[in-house]
């Protein structure tokens, strides 16, 4: 008898052990189910509904890439680009590159193109043989005679055949009447003037007409030193002191060249031009 109470003693443990893990075990499967809900309610307030529609299917093969074709676009699209950019750029220059730019600016017809020959690097290329390379002078020195000339006399050049054309072209825009006098002039110094001066005397003088080429800068005349003449007396002594014209002609080493040299410096030579002596000279 009392084995058996014991029996039942052990049997009533365990159920109650039992009940107590059931329990237990329901109160875990209530709280995961209200831990479920309240995911599922906080998801659907946060992406919304959702369908899904199609699955993107797998690939099986690359995408292709067209090398060829996305590199036929890209120079394409570069000489487009560049060709854009050129018609504008040419568009905004307005720079005068050719002698028709210049005439449809200027409104006048442009006798002759000289070009620029620079000098031979050797000393004595000035008559005073000093070497100074900042003469204008210096693009046609030559050496004939001992006597330094800004182009030489004879011969076929691209220089002697600009200032033939000038020549030409001079004599034919005055009518047909002869030619007296012609000025050289430009806006600044160092652009040429006396080298076209000298040259385009040469020229008439080459061809047999007697030519009196005059210095008129009365502050840095530089001619007198090309064609190995003295700068006195000339054109500052007969604006100032009246001297004949006689008197300050020079001769020159060129057949048929006549100089008249820049003379003594004058400070003013406005003023000297609007002398008496000015006014009988230019009379």
């Known amino acids: ?63 292709p890439r067209h090398l060829i074709i996305k590199l036929g676009l890209a120079v394409l699209l570069g000489l487009l680009i560049g060709a854009a950019l050129a018609f504008v750029r040419e568009h905004m220059n307005t720079t005068v590159r050719h002698q028709e730019e210049l005439e449809d600016a200027l409104k006048v017809t442009g006798l002759a193109i ?38 030489p006399v004879g011969g076929y050049s691209a220089a002697n055949e600009a200032y033939r054309i000038l020549r030409t072209n001079l004599n034919h825009t005055h009518g047909g009447r002869g030619l007296r006098s012609v000025v050289v002039t430009s806006a600044f110094a160092g652009e040429g003037k006396s080298t076209v001066a000298l040259n385009l005397a ?18 840095c005349g530089q001619l007198h030193e090309v064609l190995h003449v003295e700068r006195t007396p000339g054109l500052g002594d007969l604006l100032q002191e009246g001297s004949s014209l006689d008197g300050v002609i020079q001769s020159t080493s060129a057949t048929n060249l006549f100089f008249l040299a820049a003379g003594t410096p004058i400070g003013n ?3 000297a031009l609007a002398s008496e002596y000015g006014r009988a000279a230019l009379r």
Do not use: C, W
């Open 1 to 63: 008898a009392e084995l058996r109470r014991e029996l039942i003693l052990l049997v009533e443990a365990n159920e109650v052990r039992l009940v107590q893990q059931v329990e237990a075990a329901s109160r875990v499967g209530d709280q995961l189910r209200d831990e479920l809900q309240k995911a599922r309610m906080a998801e659907a307030v946060e992406t919304g509904r959702i369908d899904v529609v199609y699955l993107a299917p797998v690939p099986i093969r690359p995408i």
């Open 114 to 151: 000289i070009p620029r020959i620079d000098a031979p690097a050797s000393p004595g290329v000035l008559a005073n043989g000093n070497g100074d390379r900042r003469s204008p002078m210096r693009a046609f020195g030559l050496m004939r005679n001992g006597k330094a000339l800004a182009s």
């Open 202 to 219: 040469l020229s008439f003088a080459n061809r047999g007409t007697r030519v009196l080429l005059v210095d008129s800068d009365m502050r």
């Open 269 to 271: 030579p406005a003023d």
